[in-house]
């Protein structure tokens, strides 16, 4: 059996990585760029901690008045009175929350701040277990990430509230930073192969 170059080569319709490679790697450069591009993003949000704060909070709100939209909708489908009346109240609750972001930025950052360090310290902790609980080979790095996960957690809660108008931002900022250099090392390695 033979294959055409745009036929797939596994049945299903699912590429090879080896196809999907090849018909990747003459865009090495547009990768490198968008990597680039994204990276300075993220230089931007280190170095305008506080704007990006602001902007991630929006964000978040913009997403929580889409999902109590959406919670909405579904309550109006509902067939019953009292599932009709609880999608339409937790929608609601969602948009006065997100609205509330909207209007109050920095406020809503205090509480998303400490949301996050305690969101860190509970998933590190989580990492921690169960990085104790696999085989030698992989334990170390599992355990490893639970930690600085958790040390993290921890530093944003003790500095809370006062690190409330950066940290959001830094973290974006940091994010940004990686996964463009994660990008622009995909498009070099696409060039390489």
Excluded at 70 to 86: D, N, P
């Amino acid at each position: 059996m033979t294959y055409s170059h745009n036929a797939d080569p596994i049945p299903g319709g699912r590429a090879s990585l080896g196809t999907a490679i090849e018909r990747l790697k003459h865009r090495w450069g547009w990768m490198v760029a968008f990597g680039v591009l994204v990276s300075l993003f993220g230089v931007a949000a280190l170095i305008l901690d506080v704007t990006a704060t602001i902007a991630s909070v929006y964000t978040i709100a913009i997403f929580i008045i889409i999902a109590g939209t959406a919670e909405i909708a579904t309550g109006i489908g509902a067939k019953s009175w009292g599932r009709f009346f609880l999608w339409i109240l937790g929608g609601l609750l969602y948009i006065v929350a997100g609205a509330f972001a909207l209007a109050n930025p920095l406020i809503a950052a205090y509480f998303l701040t400490l949301m996050l360090g305690a969101g860190m310290i509970a998933t590190g902790a989580v990492r921690i277990y169960l990085g104790s609980q696999l085989g030698k080979d992989i334990r170390g790095s599992v355990v490893f990430a639970g930690v600085l996960t958790l040390i993290i957690g921890v530093l944003i809660v003790i500095g809370w509230p006062a690190n409330t108008p950066f940290i959001l931002g830094i973290l974006l900022g940091v994010d940004l930073l990686f996964w463009g250099l994660a990008w622009v090392s995909f498009g070099f390695r696409l060039r390489q192969a």
